[in-house]
């Protein structure tokens, strides 16, 4: 739902260890009490964990004597007397704890018309409910590390399935936008508001309560005709140690509260007209929710999510990433008995469901460019602070203030001017990490361009897109250029593997794999366009929070008449001084391990060009042996030499590591290993007057015996055993959350791809 739903990719990212567990989701039953007008109560809390419905039928007189009762176990079972604090300590506080550590996490309120969800959820000022008790423990965390965590909030309603914004009514309906596989979706044009002050949020809440759409009908006075969900999404940046500042990890969670309106049978609310037409949007999109509970309690491979826009909503917390609590709500009343059952029914059947979830922590590295800039940026602020105090100093006729006026302005203004420079550092890391993250997925949209290219290459035709056509058109060039690579490259090497020589079930397997690669560029356009979207935004508040800077500077030199004023805001400007200086040392600690990184990667990269090279060479081998062209002496000297060469060099280098049978995958194996190879031998020995030389021949300076025989002129392929040219393999896709996607939601993220593996993956284009 949120705009800026964070993807786990990041320029230079990478993630620490992810826990992963399937876990049920919670159910919980709350029975409310009676009220004065309902005389027979049919339903009862038996202990903690069990409720009693007596199910009598009350035209079958046998029956009712014997009296049947219904049973039902669930996690916990609130009885009639159990209060705000009691339901919101068990259900949600600890969802609070978990959102705090980068968790998803959702409780949601179920139940018939009049049977307490909007008094659980919200509450009253007396009563609070579970989303102002959530935002306030929240809070109290957050409070005095404002730097460290940033939280925004949004407040949505669903009536007669249009979206509504609870925070700012006037804005009309808006859209549910879904990825082409559904699996990010969010709610374009939705204010998220970003605040780390309780009293501002719950005014917010308050305001968005009474814009909620709310009747009276027979059955509930105050009854809401809509489904209410509120998202608060924390995001929590620290550094990885606390030596180094480059190195972030930022964990980002998301609690989602949602109040639902209430099932109810038309007969029992006598709605008529529009409410009856409400009743009717409610009960279809509970009957929707009340289909996927069903279909995910019995374990079924498809849920259809895509009935209404409240499941579409509530997938993430129902199959999702993402911690779940349901809590369902029933009247111990006997007119509401049969509510009663089906909603007990319900909440059975979601005693069934689990989530998987996972928590979305990312660890981002700021760049070196990026830290320059704003070092340089801050240099330049602090200047045009010092040159301000430089200014002539007023004569004291022309100061208008008296002293104690003067020296209250003074501070007023030294406040707002450290201030200023507070935000524009926060900002600045903000943008920060918004290029990052956009590099991030440059950097993925990249790897997905490859697997494409790959495929086009393999196929040697361009993959026809018909999802995307609009995208594929504007990206063909891209691709074009890498399908010449990429032949280039093939007629260099495997032909069969080339020119998909694999099974029907391969291609298929590949052709799903574009299928999907194409899916992931679109999403990550989408991402892309939110980002930047929201990067020309932080750059507005930037330059305003600048320019209010500047402003306040322009006040000081009016106001500084003494040399302690004085001395006051140059001790402000050594603040900034050394703030900026801490971000230029991080930065030259950033640049000496990029440069480690960048010289590791030559390394990976030379060797192989290096394999690349053997591989040509050996086939060329095979060629000259295969048509028996005759060597002019100076090639076979070469030869000669750089068998020498190969030889030396794998005695010296080459160290087998324990787990593999003496081949790494980097280093050529010694000459000698390669023969007692056994797959190696079978190609050797197709001409039995061919025998594998000593490691003395192949390196010595023998003269051949048949000079048209190349093994004899050259000594013996130096290949490794069983290779053959190929596209290096792609590297793993790895998994992206929004949110969201979580998973970020619909919440996915997207995870980087590490500079190494981008550098694998551009191995044969680079080499192209
Ligand atoms: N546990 C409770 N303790 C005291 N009063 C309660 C409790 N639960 C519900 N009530 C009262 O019952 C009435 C109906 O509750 P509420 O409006 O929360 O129902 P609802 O399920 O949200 O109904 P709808 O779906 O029609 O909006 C309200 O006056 C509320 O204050």
């Not at 830290?371 to 040159?387: A, C, H, K, M």
Request: charged residues 30%; proline residues 5%.
């Amino acid at each position: 739902m949120s705009p800026e739903t964070p993807s786990s990719s990041g320029s230079d990212t990478s993630r620490p260890p992810i826990k992963c567990a399937e876990e049920r989701l919670m159910v919980a039953v709350r029975v409310r009490p009676l009220k004065r007008d309902e005389s027979q109560r049919v339903l009862y809390a038996a202990d903690e964990k069990k409720i009693i419905l007596e199910d009598f039928d009350k035209c079958d007189s046998i029956r009712q004597k014997k009296g049947i009762e219904r049973q039902y176990t669930f996690d916990v079972v609130f009885g009639e007397t159990v209060n705000q604090e009691t339901v919101y300590d068990v259900t949600t506080s600890s969802l609070v704890k978990d959102v705090l550590n980068g968790y998803n996490a959702t409780v949601f309120a179920y139940g018939p018309t009049g049977a307490g969800k909007t008094h659980t959820m919200v509450g009253d000022r007396n009563h609070p409910g579970i989303m102002i008790r959530a935002l306030n423990d929240l809070f109290e965390v957050v409070k005095d590390k404002e730097e460290e965590y940033s939280v925004t909030m949004s407040y949505l309603e669903l009536y007669n399935e249009n979206i509504r914004d609870l925070l700012n009514p006037s804005s009309g309906y808006l859209e549910l936008r879904e990825d082409s596989r559904g699996r990010s979706i969010h709610v374009a044009g939705l204010t998220e508001i970003s605040t780390t002050s309780t009293d501002e949020i719950m005014q917010l809440l308050e305001k968005g309560n009474k814009a909620r759409t709310i009747e009276p009908t027979a059955m509930n006075q105050t009854s809401s005709r809509s489904h209410a969900l509120l998202s608060v999404t924390v995001r929590h940046t620290v550094p990885v140690n606390k030596k180094d500042h480059l190195r972030m990890r930022i964990k980002q969670g998301r609690l989602f509260m949602i109040d639902l309106a209430g099932s109810e049978r038309a007969n029992k609310t006598k709605n008529r007209g529009k409410r009856l037409q409400e009743g009717a949007h409610i009960n279809r999109s509970l009957l929707a929710l009340g289909n996927c509970i069903n279909a995910l309690a019995g374990g079924a491979r498809y849920v259809n999510y895509r009935d209404s826009k409240l499941t579409r909503l509530l997938k993430d917390a129902l199959s999702g990433n993402c911690r779940t609590v349901m809590i369902a709500h029933v009247s111990p009343a006997a007119n509401q008995k049969d509510e009663s059952r089906n909603t007990l029914t319900y909440a059975d059947r979601a005693n069934n469901i689990s989530t998987k979830v996972e928590r979305n922590v990312l660890d981002v590295s700021y760049q070196v460019t990026q830290y320059q800039t704003v070092v340089n940026e801050l240099r330049s602020e602090i200047s045009r602070l010092q040159s301000k105090m430089k200014e002539e100093r007023p004569r004291s006729a022309d100061i208008k203030l008296n002293a104690e006026e003067r020296s209250n302005e003074v501070r007023n203004l030294r406040e707002q001017i450290v201030d200023t420079f507070k935000t524009q550092m926060k900002l600045r890391r903000k943008l920060m990490e918004i290029d990052a993250h956009l590099l991030g997925l440059g950097m993925e949209a990249e790897r997905q361009h490859l697997i494409i290219s790959h495929w086009e290459s393999r196929n040697n035709k361009l993959y026809k897109n018909s999802i995307n056509v609009s995208r594929a058109r504007t990206q063909q060039s891209i691709r074009r250029r890498k399908l010449v690579s990429a032949d280039r490259f093939r007629s260099a090497g495997n032909e069969e593997d080339c020119n998909g020589g694999g099974s029907d079930v391969d291609e298929a397997e590949a052709e799903s794999a574009v299928q999907q690669a194409w899916g992931e560029l679109a999403d990550i356009e989408r991402e892309q366009d939110r980002w930047s979207e929201l990067r020309t935004h932080i750059e507005l508040k930037l330059e305003a929070c600048r320019q209010r800077g500047v402003r306040l500077e322009d006040k000081l030199p009016s106001l500084l008449s003494s040399d302690d004023e004085r001395e006051i805001l140059a001790l402000i400007c050594r603040v900034h001084e050394l703030e900026a200086d801490k971000m230029a040392l991080q930065s030259e600690r950033l640049v000496r391990q990029h440069e480690l990184k960048r010289r590791d990667l030559l390394i990976i990269r030379y060797d192989r060009q290096r394999q690349l090279c053997e591989e040509i060479i050996t086939r060329q081998r095979q060629l000259i042996e295969e048509t028996k062209i005759k060597l002019p002496p100076d090639l076979q000297e070469l030869y000669q030499m750089y068998q020498q060469e190969i030889h030396a060099a794998t005695y010296t280098d080459f160290q087998p590591p324990p787990s593999t049978a003496g081949v790494t995958p980097d280093k050529l194996p010694p000459i000698s290993k390669i023969y007692s190879d056994p797959m190696f031998k079978p190609s050797l020995t197709s001409d039995p007057s061919v025998s594998p030389p000593s490691s003395s021949e192949s390196g010595g300076d023998e003269v051949p015996k048949n000079p048209n025989n190349v093994d004899r002129v050259m000594g013996h392929v130096v290949t490794r055993p069983g290779s053959v040219m190929k596209l290096p393999p792609l590297p793993p896709s790895p998994p992206i959350r929004l949110p969201t996607r979580s998973k970020d939601s619909a919440h996915t993220m997207r995870r980087a791809v590490s500079e190494d593996r981008i550098s694998e993956t551009a191995g044969p284009s680079t080499k192209d």
